[in-house]
C-alpha cells in the first residue's frame, strides 16, 4: 500500500516537472519569437533610415551639379554662345566638378544642335533636337528645375551607361527682351558607376544583402 502510494506520488511529480518544462519551453518559445520579431523590426527600421539617408545623398548630388550648369547658363557670353568665352567658361565649371565625378559638360542652342562640348569636341554640329531631355527643357518656363536622364555613352566613354543632367537655359531679361526666352540647355553627364561607387557600393545592409539602384520606371540600374 505504501509503494503505491510512494510510486502516485512519483508519478504526479514527473508530472507536475513535465508540466512545468512545458510551461517554460512555450514561454521560452514565445519570448524568442517576441526578441526575433523586435530584432527584424529594428533591422527594418534601420535598412529605412540607411535608404533614406543614401535616397537624400543623391538627390542633393544632383541639386549640386543642376545649380552648376544653371549658373552656367546665367553668363551672358554662354546664352549667346560666344565660342571663346563659352569654351572658357565650360572648361572653367569641368575642372570645379570633374572631382565630383562629371565627365563632361556640353551647351545645346535652342535648335538643339550640340555647339560645345568639353570632352568630345567631334560630336559638336550633332542634332539632339529629338531627344528626350531637349523636348522637356524646351516646355520648361524656369532654370529651377532640372532634368535627369539615363544615357549610353557616344563620345566620351563609348557604350558606357551613363547620367544626363540638363538645365534649360534662357536670355537674361533687358528692356529689349522683358520676358526670357528659351535659349538652349547647358547640361553634363557622368558614368553610372561614379553613382554607384559614391553612394550604392559603401551600403551593406547585412552580410548577404544587396543595395539597388532603381530609375522611374522601376528597373534595376
Not at 563620345?155 to 535659349?183: C, D, H, R, W, Y
Request: glycine share 6%; proline share 3%; with cysteine.
Amino acid at each position: 500500500m505504501m509503494k503505491s502510494k510512494n510510486h502516485k506520488r512519483l508519478w504526479a511529480i514527473i508530472s507536475i516537472a513535465l508540466l512545468l518544462v512545458a510551461g517554460i519551453l512555450l514561454l521560452g518559445n514565445q519570448s524568442f519569437k517576441a526578441i526575433e520579431r523586435a530584432a527584424f523590426d529594428e533591422f527594418n527600421q534601420r535598412q529605412l533610415i540607411l535608404a533614406s539617408g543614401v535616397t537624400n545623398g543623391v538627390e542633393l548630388y544632383f541639386e549640386t551639379l543642376a545649380g552648376s550648369m544653371k549658373a552656367l547658363g546665367t553668363i551672358p557670353e554662354v546664352q549667346r554662345l560666344d565660342e571663346p568665352s563659352t569654351r572658357r567658361e565650360l572648361q572653367h565649371k569641368f575642372d570645379e566638378l570633374e572631382p565630383l565625378g562629371v565627365n563632361d559638360i556640353a551647351v545645346l542652342g535652342a535648335d538643339g544642335v550640340l555647339q560645345y562640348n568639353v570632352m568630345a569636341h567631334e560630336i559638336e554640329g550633332v542634332d539632339f533636337s529629338w531627344r528626350q531631355y531637349f523636348q522637356e527643357a524646351k516646355k520648361m518656363t524656369s532654370s529651377d528645375t532640372y532634368i535627369i536622364e539615363f544615357i549610353e555613352f557616344k563620345g566620351v566613354e563609348a557604350g558606357q551607361k551613363g547620367v544626363l543632367v540638363a538645365v534649360p537655359m534662357f536670355t537674361s531679361i533687358s528692356n529689349k527682351n522683358p520676358a526670357p526666352q528659351f535659349a538652349g540647355v547647358v547640361l553634363c553627364t557622368l558614368k553610372l558607376d561614379t553613382i554607384t561607387q559614391k553612394f550604392i557600393a559603401p551600403v551593406q545592409a547585412s552580410e548577404r544583402g544587396h543595395a539597388f539602384l532603381i530609375d522611374d520606371e522601376y528597373n534595376a540600374l
